[in-house]
């Protein structure tokens, strides 16, 4: 089905797809069969969404809600988008957990909840902890438990000072790793609508890897996300900090994203 836009409202054809299945609460691949003319209400709606996409907003700010493996979660400016990058960060959490029942996990800079939300669903038996300096981002974790109907326990925290806790079997993250100098490489719709706190590196993954070394469990494995040209000098430093087969995983272009080790015995 096709549907007119306001004459001053240019969108991808991706993007139009997008938001008019989400108007009438169906996939983008039921709008081939849809033969009904949208309502003046629908129409309105259409054209509030297309006008705030057009202006520069993230298509999942603007659709307000953005799937993450087998979630539907809630997304806004408090917390990064998921991305498809950050579930092969879940995926690799999964498999260091196989065979242990009821691990203790913690995400660290937890954001929108995307995984501890995952892990706490794929591994039912898992308890799972997030934990963010940011009470907003903290709110939108804890709607996102409220949706899914997922528990976890939520935590305002600042890995700086540690972690909570120790014995920790699992500690994942994705943190700020974007260095202050190259934010202006960054697309727009990220660097001016996605959260500061949440995007740059000051330090956060430096604390993140000594917070680990000293609140994992010995034997307990760390799972990091960073940047390709950061994977290197991440994988350094979980071996300077005891960290024992030491990896890394690429994304699906390729690039080494995901680097992770255990704490040696």
Same mark, same amino acid.
Request: overall charge negative; proline content about 6%; charged content about 30%.
């Given at each position: 089905m096709?549907v007119?836009?306001?004459?001053?409202?240019?969108l991808?054809?991706?993007?139009?797809?997008?938001?008019?299945?989400?108007?009438l609460?169906?996939?983008?691949?039921?709008?081939?069969l849809r033969?009904?003319?949208l309502?003046?209400?629908?129409?309105?709606?259409v054209d509030?969404?297309a006008a705030?996409?057009?202006?520069g907003?993230?298509?999942?700010? %603007?659709?307000?809600?953005?799937?993450?493996?087998?979630? *539907? @979660?809630? +997304?806004?400016?408090?917390?990064? !988008? &998921?991305?498809? #990058?950050?579930?092969?960060v879940?995926?690799?959490?999964l498999a260091l957990?196989?065979?242990?029942?009821?691990?203790?996990?913690?995400?660290?800079?937890?954001?929108s909840?995307?995984?501890?939300?995952?892990?706490?669903?794929?591994?039912?038996?898992a308890?799972?902890?997030?934990?963010?300096?940011?009470?907003?981002?903290?709110?939108?974790?804890?709607?996102?438990?409220?949706?899914?109907g997922?528990?976890?326990?939520?935590?305002?925290?600042? %890995?700086c000072?540690?972690?909570p806790g120790?014995?920790? *079997? @699992?500690? +994942?993250s994705?943190?700020?790793? !974007? &260095?202050?100098? #190259?934010?202006?490489?960054l697309?727009?719709?990220?660097?001016?609508?996605?959260?500061?706190?949440?995007?740059?590196?000051?330090g956060?993954t430096?604390?993140l890897?000594?917070?680990?070394?000293?609140?994992?469990?010995h034997g307990?494995?760390l799972?990091?996300e960073?940047?390709?040209?950061?994977?290197?000098?991440?994988?350094?430093?979980?071996?300077?900090q005891?960290?024992?087969?030491?990896?890394?995983?690429?994304?699906l272009?390729?690039?080494?994203?995901?680097?992770e080790?255990?704490l040696?015995?």
């Open positions: 096709g007119r836009l306001k004459s001053d409202t240019t991808s054809s991706t993007d139009a797809e997008w938001i008019l299945a989400h108007v609460g169906v996939t983008r691949s039921e709008l081939a033969r009904e003319p309502s003046p209400a629908q129409l309105a709606h509030e969404l705030r996409r057009a202006k907003e993230p298509l999942q700010y %603007v659709l307000g809600r953005w799937g993450f493996r087998r979630l *539907d @979660l809630l +997304v806004d400016r408090r917390a990064l !988008i &998921p991305r498809p #990058e950050t579930e092969r879940v995926e690799r959490c957990l196989t065979g242990q029942e009821a691990p203790r996990v913690v995400d660290v800079g937890t954001g909840g995307a995984i501890a939300l995952a892990i706490a669903d794929e591994h039912p038996g308890r799972v902890t997030g934990i963010d300096a940011s009470r907003e981002a903290l709110a939108l974790a804890h709607e996102n438990a409220h949706r899914t997922i528990s976890i326990e939520l935590l305002e925290h600042d %890995v000072d540690g972690l120790a014995g920790w *079997d @699992l500690v +994942v994705n943190p700020p790793y !974007i &260095p202050l100098e #190259e934010l202006g490489t697309e727009p719709e990220v660097v001016e609508w996605e959260p500061d706190l949440a995007l740059v590196a000051r956060q430096e604390a890897v000594r917070a680990a070394a000293t609140g994992l469990r307990g494995a799972v990091v960073t940047s390709e040209r950061g994977a290197e000098p991440l994988a350094l430093l979980l071996a300077e005891g960290f024992v087969d030491v990896r890394t995983t690429r994304d272009a390729g690039r080494d994203r995901v680097v080790g255990r040696a015995k």
